[in-house]
């Protein structure tokens, strides 16, 4: 085979694998995208050193930062009052401590199946035929007033705004982690100031580097704990968009 046959030939092959790639690119191509992070509810740090824990709740935010001294040593999403059941801002200490405890005002209607059928209820109201009352559980409880507002366990449907008929929901894997380091009489203020995290600058990006699509590109480096897949071990938001990749 001559060498000008050779180098023929491979031209030849380098052309048909390049229309080869173009084709396979046509049919399954597309923006390569990245999944949103996920977005999280709470970080916890304790040093264990000296220093009482007080509590700051932003109603505005609806996060709760915890300080141990002048250190801010956790920080979590909660769910205040919502509208026609409002939580009061003020200064309070915590009053009681209970593990396992159940609403004696709010809970929901469930058959005998375990289904559902009124997840907003009264202990107050009638309760329907062959329907049966279950009592709201309120884990890791902590009291703040005489009149049963208190923080507590609970779901936080959408992060960032109210949900409860007036305690302060905290996410249930964090409220342990609080509940074991708190003390009767520790201080707490809920306030309508905006948290300390919600001042936090974010950081200014092109339209092609949006932290949903382009996170690797966020503050020009790979964040620390970003995984292939875009999510995030810990990320701060603002307004509902990161701000910051932990």
């Known amino acids: 085979m001559s060498p000008r046959f050779l180098t023929f030939s491979l031209a030849a092959l380098s ?15 597309g923006p390569v995208t990245y999944r949103k992070p996920s977005r999280v509810l709470h970080q916890w740090h304790d040093d264990g050193g000296e220093g009482r824990i007080s509590i700051r709740i932003s109603l505005t935010d609806q996060i709760a930062e915890i ?34 405890k159940y609403s004696n005002l709010y809970g929901w209607f469930e058959d005998e199946f375990g289904n559902v059928t009124d997840s907003d209820a009264r202990s107050s109201e009638r309760v329907p035929e062959g329907m049966v009352y279950v009592p709201a559980p309120m884990p890791h409880w902590m009291r703040l007033t005489s009149y049963g ?28 982690l609080l509940f074991d380091a708190v003390v009767v009489g520790t201080p707490v203020t809920i306030t309508s100031a905006p948290s300390q995290r919600s001042r936090l600058e974010i950081e ?24 292939a897949d875009g999510s995030a071990d810990s990320v701060i938001y603002r307004n509902g968009l990161p701000a910051r990749f932990y």
Not at 92 to 97: C, D, L, M
Not at 163 to 173: K, N, V
């Open 15 to 29: 052309s048909i694998a390049l229309a080869l790639l173009c084709v396979s690119c046509a049919v399954s191509g």
């Open 67 to 100: 300080n141990r001294g002048d250190r801010e040593i956790g920080w979590c999403y909660v769910a205040t009052g919502k509208e026609g059941h409002g939580t009061a801002p003020g200064r309070y200490r915590i009053t009681e401590k209970i593990e396992d």
């Open 149 to 176: 507002v208190g923080m507590h366990g609970g779901l936080i449907p959408e992060p960032g705004k109210p949900a409860s008929h007036g305690c302060i929901r905290l996410p249930r894997e964090f409220v342990p």
């Open 204 to 227: 200014s990006h092109p339209p092609d580097q949006d932290p949903y699509r382009y996170p690797e590109r966020v503050m020009g480096r790979n964040p620390e704990g970003l995984r």
